[in-house]
């Protein structure tokens, strides 16, 4: 080719374009489903490694000095916790009062929860303002972590239980006016209804983002007055399924009265703690293997029927409840047959109110306290169940009724009946009925492929491939776990220069 020789584009060899085929279309769906399962990876990086930067930027910072403590509203175990106020306040400061809460070690997790909430779900949690640990001065102990939230109201759900007024004195706080009803059942039914749907909302908010509480009690559920909802507190006890901060349950952060028999919200069988790649990179798994949101909403029934049920709010009564439901086996229907026969009124006034609208409620909360963490609903679908519905049962059109089969049908454990199905296959090994035995079916997975019989080769190939991916995750986790990892995301908490 000479130069200034004309060269065509027809005449150029085709660049290689992006061919769309069905196949690589499924597979990046299915990774894009992967990414964004709950707990979220995808959003989780964002979260991270962009939003966390930027916000770190943009937010004022702040010094002890800058604040004044006012009185002590609260002492726990770890941590004490003052009404408290700025020193010099700006413009650009939070205005109104703050809630300052010195805490020790678990602070730290405190600190990145509240961070992380605030940038997921804001309006679940109490405001958090800032926190940051301490300076240490030389030969002084650990130094404790300083948390700075909204003063958000005086009263917690457990302060307005207790009232005798209950649930009249929620009343007008989250409707905003008293409702044209007389004093009775279906008025009740109504503020608690209203209660559980803002709590399932807030809960669910903290379940979508990867955060389990742990500790939902009524203590930890405050009032506030700013947006008239009720908000949940104290996340010192809380796990970050994302990235699996606070993984493994320490057993003496959790409340006996409210945690659901299962005590861990991980299988004893997961491999402990994994270092934070793996855990991001296997969250989803994890995460529909264990259903660890389900232990929150144990607790969460426990406080539905404490509101449903006035004899049961003291601590007492919560504690012999406890005893009576596991003499029960966890299984409310039969609770229910042992007391109601000789119920007093206050009892009977629970399950009067329970039953309103064809036992709705009660469903709700027989879906809510189960033994088995994966016959329990989610947040989520419990926001959906009809027991949400003004109108009630009666007030669900065609479509609304087929969905609440759907949810019911959606709702059982179909683990007891794989466990049927494998029995069965075990069972007919008998020479009476021919197939596998247990023993054989042992046998299947030690044994390599054998010649001639192409339905014993396939399930021994499948459970032999099921051994070896559960051997493979358990031992790539175990190794990476090795790394000190425990720290390492203390690094994003800000400390006090
Ligand atoms: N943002 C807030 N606004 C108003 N009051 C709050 C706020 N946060 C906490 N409180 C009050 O402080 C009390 C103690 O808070 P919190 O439960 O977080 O502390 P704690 O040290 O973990 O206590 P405990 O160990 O008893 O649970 C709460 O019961 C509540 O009354």
């Known amino acids: 080719m000479e130069c200034g020789d004309i060269i065509y584009r027809s005449t150029l060899p085709q660049q290689s374009g992006l061919t769309v085929t069905a ?140 009232s005798k007024e209950f649930p009249y004195n929620v009343e007008t706080k989250i409707l905003g006016e008293v409702q044209d009803l007389p004093k009775g059942l279906e008025r009740e039914n109504k503020i608690v209804q209203t209660i559980m749907k803002q709590l399932l909302f807030a809960l669910d908010s903290l379940h979508s983002t990867g955060i389990v509480h742990r500790d939902i009690k009524p203590q930890n559920i405050i009032f506030s007055e700013g947006s008239r909802t009720f908000k949940i507190i104290d996340l010192g006890a809380a796990a970050d399924l994302r990235v699996g901060i606070n993984y493994i349950p320490k057993e003496f952060l959790l409340d006996p009265r409210y945690t659901a028999p299962e005590q861990y919200i991980m299988s004893t069988q997961t491999p402990s703690a994994p270092s934070a790649p793996v855990a991001t990179a296997l969250s989803p798994v994890l995460w529909q293997m264990n259903l660890p949101d389900r232990f929150d909403i144990y607790s969460m029934g426990l406080i539905f029927l404490q509101m449903a049920f006035p004899s049961l709010r003291t601590d007492s009564s919560l504690i012999q409840f406890n005893r009576q439901l596991k003499r029960c086996e966890y299984d409310l229907d039969s609770w229910r047959k042992t007391v109601e026969p000789r119920a007093n009124a206050d009892l009977r006034k629970g399950f009067e109110l329970l039953d309103l609208d064809g036992g709705i409620g009660w469903e709700l909360l027989t879906l809510m306290i189960q033994y088995k963490a994966r016959q329990r609903t989610s947040a989520k679908a419990a926001l959906a169940h009809p027991y949400f519905n003004q109108e009630g049962l009666l007030g669900l059109s065609y479509m609304q009724n087929l969905r609440l089969q759907w949810f019911r049908a959606t709702q059982k454990d179909y683990s007891d009946a794989a466990m049927w199905v494998i029995g069965l296959m075990a069972r007919s090994g008998t020479e009476s009925v021919g197939g596998f035995t247990e023993a054989q079916l042992q046998e299947l997975r030690d044994i390599q492929p054998k010649k001639g019989s192409s339905q014993r080769n396939a399930l021994a190939s499948v459970l032999r491939l099921q051994r070896k991916v559960t051997r493979t995750l358990n031992e790539s986790m175990n190794e990476l776990n090795r790394q000190t990892k425990n720290i390492w995301w203390s690094r994003w908490i800000p400390k006090e220069e």
Do not use: H, Q
Request: positive net charge; charged residues 25%; proline residues 5%.
């Open 23 to 162: 196949p690589g279309v499924s597979l990046a769906l299915a990774a894009v489903s992967y990414l964004w399962a709950t707990p979220g990876v995808a959003p989780g990086f964002f979260d991270m490694f962009v939003l966390a930067f930027v916000e770190r930027r943009l937010r004022p910072s702040y010094r002890k000095e800058d604040f004044v403590l006012g009185k002590k509203i609260g002492e726990g175990a770890f941590g004490v916790v003052y009404k408290a106020s700025l020193a010099k306040p700006k413009p650009s400061n939070p205005k109104g009062d703050l809630v300052l809460k010195k805490a020790t070690e678990y602070g730290a997790v405190e600190i990145w929860m509240n961070e992380r909430v605030r940038r997921a779900c804001a309006s679940s949690c109490a405001d958090f303002v800032y926190g940051f640990r301490e300076s240490l001065l030389k030969g002084k102990g650990r130094g404790e972590y300083w948390l700075i939230w909204r003063f958000e109201g005086e009263d917690t759900l457990y302060d307005l239980m207790k």
